[in-house]
Nanobody, 124 residues
Framework: QVQLVESGGGLVQAGGSLRLSCAAS????????MGWFRQAPGKEREFVSG????????LYADSVKGRFTLSRDNAKNTVYLHMNSLKPEDTAVYYC?????????????????WGQGTQVTVSS
C-alpha cells in the first residue's frame, strides 16, 4: 500500500503562485512515477504533470507548460508542483497519484494510488 497526502492548496489571485506538495509513505519503493491531476466542478479529471520516481522524465499538459514545474525530493518521498502565473481556469481540486509501473502516463487509469486532493482557487 502507498499513502499520499497533498498539501499547499488555497486561494490566490490571478497571476499568483502556489506550491503543492505530495508526501508518499508506505511501500514507496514500489513507485515508478508520480502524477498530478485536477478536477474542476462538472469536468472530468485531467492530467497536469507527471515525473519519474528515479529518473528525470517529466511530462506536462499543454495548458500548464511554461507555468508549472514538477520536482521531487526522494529523500523526503515528496513531489512538488510549483504553479506560477495562475489563471482562474486553473481552479480545481488537485490530486496526487502514484504509479507502480514504469513510465510516466497522462491517463488517470494508469495510476494505482491517489491522495485525497487539495483545493486550488484562483480569483480574477
Amino acid at each position: 500500500q502507498v499513502q499520499l497526502v497533498e498539501s499547499g492548496g488555497g486561494l490566490v489571485q490571478a497571476g499568483g503562485s502556489l506550491r503543492l506538495s505530495c508526501a508518499a509513505s508506505g511501500r514507496t519503493g514500489s513507485i515508478y512515477a508520480m502524477g498530478w491531476f485536477r478536477q474542476a466542478p462538472g469536468k472530468e479529471r485531467e492530467f497536469v504533470s507527471g515525473i519519474g520516481w528515479s529518473d528525470t522524465n517529466t511530462l506536462y499538459a499543454d495548458s500548464v507548460k511554461g507555468r508549472f514545474t514538477l520536482s521531487r525530493d526522494n529523500a523526503k518521498n515528496t513531489v512538488y508542483l510549483h504553479m506560477n502565473s495562475l489563471k482562474p481556469e486553473d481552479t480545481a481540486v488537485y490530486y496526487c497519484a502514484a504509479r507502480l509501473w514504469v513510465g510516466v502516463r497522462s491517463s488517470p487509469n494508469e495510476y494505482d494510488y491517489w491522495g485525497q486532493g487539495t483545493q486550488v482557487t484562483v480569483s480574477s
